[in-house]
């Protein structure tokens, strides 16, 4: 079994990001500026855009961090996505999900222009994926599919199984996988809560992708020896052995399945890190202007 090291091929990603961005300081070019919108203070929300941020600064990319009350409404925070639309100096915008529940999520992902959409949830952005056209693609599945290229792992003619059909992780990762790319090239099966015969399934799967958000839901017996396994999940548990009472677990019963496996991820450090990699190419991507997306 080989660890996929998402925290080793990030500092990889993210050296090549920063020589980039050095290049384009040298240059006089256009240096990379992310905004991050946080609406209340929910500790992962916290937590996911404090590690952006800070990988904002470790690249030398501009950001700003935009807090608002959870009391804010839906208009007052579409004048704000406005504002950013408009500002010149902002290449990218992101809105950490989830919103209060009296905010319509799809209204604000859908008032972010297109060309600032670094998450690639833009309803443009995802037509623009399914076509296999320039775009931002969404910074999860992008992630793993970085992860695949970095360790060389060829997924063509394999059997895919994708457990979670979330707009941001499982529905695109079945694009990204099927497409005529490399990685890619995989056939792929998207599975979720009404499927009826899920281990039949993954018993199949050369790759398994858990995007679920059930710890340690995908267990030994559901796993063919020798299976690829990306586990996205982000679960905390509760373990009186840590100082917090608690820890990070992923949608895969790591320990066992592990022992199955030719390559798995890790949680924490697996697709975290590659995640925040997708995000920040995204957003070199949308400094270097409508040229670099057109088509
Ligand atoms: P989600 O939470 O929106 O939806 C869960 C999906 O799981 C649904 O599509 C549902 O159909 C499916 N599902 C639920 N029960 C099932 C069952 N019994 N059998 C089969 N499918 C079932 O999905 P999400 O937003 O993609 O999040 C999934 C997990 O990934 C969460 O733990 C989340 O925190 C994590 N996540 C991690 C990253 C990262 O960077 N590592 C990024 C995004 C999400």
Do not use: W
């Not at 972010?112 to 693609?137: C, E, N, R, W, Y």
């Not at 858990?210 to 679960?235: C, H, Q, S, W």
């Not at 975290?272 to 997708?278: A, F, L, R, V």
Request: contains cysteine; proline residues 5%.
């Amino acid at each position: 079994m080989q660890l996929l090291d998402g925290t080793a091929v990030s500092a990889h990603i993210k050296a090549q990001l920063k020589t980039e961005v050095d290049i384009l300081k040298v240059n006089g070019g256009k240096i990379p500026h992310l905004a991050a919108i946080l609406v209340g203070n929910n500790p992962a929300s916290e937590a996911y855009v404090g590690s952006k941020v800070r990988t904002c600064e470790e690249l030398g990319f501009g950001s700003t961090l935009l807090r608002f009350e959870p009391s804010i409404t839906e208009e007052l925070l579409l004048i704000e996505v406005d504002k950013l639309n408009s500002d010149a100096s902002i290449d990218g915008i992101l809105v950490q999900l989830p919103l209060p529940k009296h905010i319509e999520e799809n209204a604000i992902i859908n008032a972010i222009d297109p060309l600032k959409d670094v998450d690639g949830f833009h309803p443009i952005s995802q037509g623009k994926m399914m076509l296999g056209q320039p775009t931002f693609l969404p910074a999860t599945p992008y992630g793993m599919m970085m992860m695949l290229e970095h360790y060389g792992i060829d997924v063509t003619g394999k059997h895919c199984v994708i457990i979670g059909r979330s707009n941001i992780v499982g529905t695109p990762m079945t694009i990204l996988m099927s497409r005529n790319t490399n990685p890619g090239n995989a056939t792929v099966t998207l599975a979720h809560s009404k499927t009826k015969n899920l281990k039949e399934l993954t018993l199949q799967a050369d790759v398994i992708v858990a995007a679920i958000g059930r710890p340690r839901f995908v267990t030994a017996d559901m796993v063919k020896e020798g299976a690829i396994v990306l586990d996205v999940g982000i679960n905390r548990i509760d373990d009186a052995t840590r100082k917090s009472g608690s820890r990070l677990v992923g949608d895969v019963d790591f320990d066992q399945v592990a022992e199955k496996c030719s390559f798995i991820t890790p949680v924490p450090k697996g697709v975290g890190p590659m995640t925040i990699c997708g995000l920040m190419k995204n957003t070199l991507l949308a400094a270097k202007g409508k040229k670099a997306l057109s088509n």
